[in-house]
């Protein structure tokens, strides 16, 4: 297996559905899984799942576990030997042949751990994908909104990096979780996403 997506969902229904939807019309060029992870959301999630998309392996949690325990049910679920993992949101679209750029990427860029794509709006905005590591001085400009005051500022915007116009290649501190790809290996090595964390932060 080259890839396995996996999504975890809370009370999300429809977009979950256009979620899955999305992977379906646009599938990569290669073999592939997707596992849905649903947080006890009780509003028809597990149903739709099943009657909808029965290609889908569904993990029907009876607690809300957060984001962290979430997927790190899913990666205990995945198949052995996968070699990619996409942690993705249930509310992003994919579109065209994003899953097999991020892969081709990863392949041609050993080096890599893990990576994130720049993530659009459904207005075709920008959707800040990724933070530096945080700093007293940082969240307090975040949380003062002075990085929406001044977004190309890189004193007032270094938290969420609102400077940058996610149009080149970066490395960064913190590649958001709505949109991730690791490597399999790479979470062999260090471990899964700490439980200590229920959302932020894992």
């Not at 995945?78 to 949101?89: H, K, P, Q, S, W």
């Not at 990427?105 to 945080?134: E, I, R, V, W, Y």
């Not at 007293?136 to 609102?162: H, V």
Request: aromatic share 8%; proline share 6%.
């Amino acid at each position: 297996m080259k890839l396995s997506l996996i999504i975890v969902s809370w009370k999300v229904k429809d977009l979950l559905a256009k979620c899955l939807l999305s992977i379906q019309q646009n599938p990569p060029p290669f073999p592939y899984e997707v596992i849905v992870v649903d947080n006890n959301s009780q509003d028809g999630t597990v149903e739709m799942v099943h009657k909808e998309f029965p290609q889908v392996i569904l993990i029907a949690s009876p607690d809300n576990n957060g984001f962290a325990k979430g997927n790190n049910l899913g990666i205990e679920r995945i198949t052995a030997d996968t070699e990619y993992i996409m942690l993705l949101n249930p509310d992003t679209e994919v579109k065209g042949q994003a899953l097999a750029k991020l892969v081709q990427f990863m392949d041609q860029h050993q080096d890599a751990g893990a990576s994130g794509p720049k993530l659009l709006n459904p207005d075709g905005s920008l959707q800040p994908s990724c933070k530096t590591f945080p700093t007293i001085s940082s969240l307090i400009y975040n949380s003062l909104l002075l990085d929406s005051l001044f977004p190309r500022s890189k004193l007032f915007g270094s938290y969420e990096m609102s400077w940058w116009a996610h149009n080149d290649l970066m490395e960064v501190d913190q590649p958001m979780g709505a949109a991730l790809m690791v490597r399999k290996n790479i979470i062999d090595q260090i471990g899964l996403m700490d439980e200590q964390f229920y959302m932020f932060f894992d």
